[in-house]
């Protein structure tokens, strides 16, 4: 395991709880329209800052205030544009995983938190016996389309292929959870396996 050089300790970023999972490498479109998130974009574009997506475990995704699990990804804007509407489209991409502390509500309910980053892995191999999800992730993104073309031609790794199937996949959100948390990527894309294809993951 390597750790990033200049990985913060501590820092304080803005944390959007969503019912999904996201890894790092991974891409996330969305659409924001609450005051709270376009004022968390904002800061983000100005200061050239990523912002924390956690998986909800409690609590609604719109209006309110949620409670997540205690391991996310950081997740920097990429793109944006204006759509019909006064909605706001973001693509981002996900960068390094965090531990949650302390959760902190601001005045308009964005909320605020303390993040440990998690060292980044080292990408591990693809094991032989599972070469098949490359092709099955590849027939996937054909299916797709944009903006998930983009992984196309990306050197496949198990850390790669297994976040990306997780994030894709329409499994539940405890597993998707579950499955961010293995910190082995070859272990995973087994775990995933056996939901897939069980017959081929003996």
């Given at each position: ?15 959007f ?9 991974g ?5 924001i ?5 376009l ?7 100005r200061n050239?800052?990523?912002f ?6 409690d609590?609604?995704e ?11 990804t ?6 944006w544009?204006e ?10 991409e996900g ?8 959760v902190t ?6 909320l ?6 998690q060292p980044?892995p080292?990408p591990s191999?693809?094991?032989p016996?599972?070469?098949?999800m490359v092709e099955?992730?590849?027939d ?9 073309d983009?992984?196309?031609?990306i050197?496949p790794s198990?850390?790669h292929?297994?976040?990306r199937?997780v ?12 499955l961010?948390e293995?910190?082995?990527a070859a272990?995973?894309?087994?775990r995933l396996c ?5 017959e081929?993951?003996?």
């Amino acid at each position: 395991m390597s750790t990033e050089a200049g990985e913060e300790a501590g820092e304080s970023v803005a944390l959007f709880p969503l019912n999904l999972v996201l890894f790092p490498g991974g891409l996330l479109p969305l659409r924001i329209f609450e005051p709270r998130y376009l004022r968390m974009v904002s800061e983000c574009l100005r200061n050239d800052r990523p912002f924390a997506v956690a998986a909800i475990q409690d609590g609604p995704e719109v209006g309110g205030i949620a409670e997540t699990a205690g391991t996310g990804t950081l997740a920097r804007i990429i793109d944006w544009h204006e759509e019909e509407g006064g909605l706001l489209g973001l693509l981002c991409e996900g960068e390094q995983m965090f531990s949650l502390g302390e959760v902190t509500a601001e005045h308009d309910q964005l909320l605020r938190a303390q993040i440990t980053r998690q060292p980044i892995p080292t990408p591990s191999p693809i094991p032989p016996d599972l070469a098949w999800m490359v092709e099955f992730f590849d027939d996937l993104l054909r299916r797709l389309g944009p903006p998930f073309d983009r992984y196309s031609g990306i050197e496949p790794s198990a850390d790669h292929v297994a976040g990306r199937l997780v994030e894709l996949l329409p499994l539940p959100l405890a597993e998707k959870q579950a499955l961010l948390e293995v910190e082995d990527a070859a272990q995973r894309l087994r775990r995933l396996c056996g939901l897939i294809r069980p017959e081929d993951c003996d």
